[in-house]
Structure formats: C-alpha cells, structure tokens
C-alpha cells in the first residue's frame, strides 16, 4: 500500500474522552519523502502542528497544539494507516499527552 498524505485533508471519526479535537477540527498534511506533516485547527483547537515520520502503514508523530481555552497540550502518537471501503485513509491513532499524567486514548481521522 502507497499511501500519499500531500494535499489530503482529515476529519474525527471518533476520540477518547481526554482528547482535545472534536468533530470541527480540519486536519490540512503535507508530504516530503517520509516526512509528513499537519496543520489543524477549528472547533476547540485555535491551532495545532503534527510532524511524523512514515514508516511503513503507520506514521510516528509528535504534535501540539493550543486550544480555544488558551491551553498549551503537546503529545506523541503511533497512527495505524488503512484504507476504507471507498479507498479513503483512515488512521487509528494510539496517542499520549506528554504531561505529568501522561493520558492515554484512541482517536480516529478519516480523509475527507
């Protein structure tokens, strides 16, 4: 499977009550080689950046982001890459906020 993130945009499908993006957040990647980054934002996020390596079917990314709230969250992910049945790619992320609880949860994007 050769996936391209360049150009590609991504919306939540779902996510884990201790995240922070809901259903009103874009998610705009890019793509350079393995290199592949985001910009997000809207809903409760005022601004976020991802930047993650591809590997395989799954990118190891670190992001951060702020939210309309005026908080400062950053955190790290493995996210799953797969394909749905009308060839969109989804990803199932196994994310961690890199705080002092170090949360854990489950969010999943598909291309829109």
């Known amino acids: 499977m050769k996936i391209n993130f360049n150009n590609k945009k991504f ?3 779902e996510n884990s009550e ?3 993006v809901n259903t009103d957040t874009i998610f705009e990647y890019k793509q350079d080689g393995n290199l592949v980054t ?5 809903g409760t996020i005022r601004y976020g950046k991802i ?3 591809l590997k395989d ?3 190891d990314m670190v992001y951060q982001c702020s939210t309309i709230d005026g908080e400062l969250k950053a955190g790290k992910a493995i996210a799953d890459i797969s394909l749905d049945e009308n060839n969109k ?3 199932t992320l196994n994310w961690e906020w890199l ?3 170090n949360e854990k949860g489950i969010s ?3 291309e829109c």
């Not at 985001?38 to 809207?42: C, L, S, V």
């Open 108 to 110: 999943e994007y598909l």
């Open 99 to 101: 705080n002092d609880t």
């Open 18 to 20: 201790n995240g922070k």
């Open 57 to 59: 079917k799954q990118l």
């Open 11 to 13: 919306l939540l499908i």
């Open 89 to 91: 790619i989804k990803l």
């Open 51 to 53: 930047i993650a390596f």
């Open 38 to 42: 985001a910009n997000y934002y809207g």
